[in-house]
Nanobody, 122 residues
């Protein structure tokens, strides 16, 4: 079983930055692929970024060049550094873990955190 706890959300002005963290429990966490998803108000959950156990990364086109995903296996933590934030980045951000491989499909992830709210004001 893997438990995920996100933190770092908040209110920021457009153009600003936020850094999200997701701390995981579980002995084999370092072998899991990790992903960040978000759900804007009134919309479906969407893929943001993913990182494999070895550090390969994948980004949605909407965040490429602005967001950076990273992981620290010694701390069981995955990060999402968000720069040049836009109002359309406003959403609840979720951390997710996948046992095998990495994916941009939410349905392929095995474990989810509770989410953290990110609000970007104009």
């Amino acid at each position: 079983q893997v438990e995920l706890v996100e933190s770092g959300g908040g209110l920021v002005r457009a153009g600003g930055s936020l850094s999200l963290s997701c701390v995981s429990s579980g002995r084999t966490w370092s072998t899991y692929a990790m992903g960040w998803f978000r759900q804007p108000p009134g919309k479906e959950r969407e893929f943001v970024s993913a990182i494999s156990w070895s550090g390969d990364t994948l980004y949605a086109d909407s965040v490429k060049g602005r967001f950076t995903i990273s992981r620290d296996n010694a701390k069981n933590t995955v990060y999402l550094q968000m720069n040049s934030l836009k109002t359309e980045d406003t959403a609840v951000y979720y951390c997710a873990a996948r046992r095998t491989g990495w994916s941009s499909a939410a349905g392929e992830y095995n474990y989810w955190g509770q989410g953290t709210q990110v609000t970007v004001s104009s």
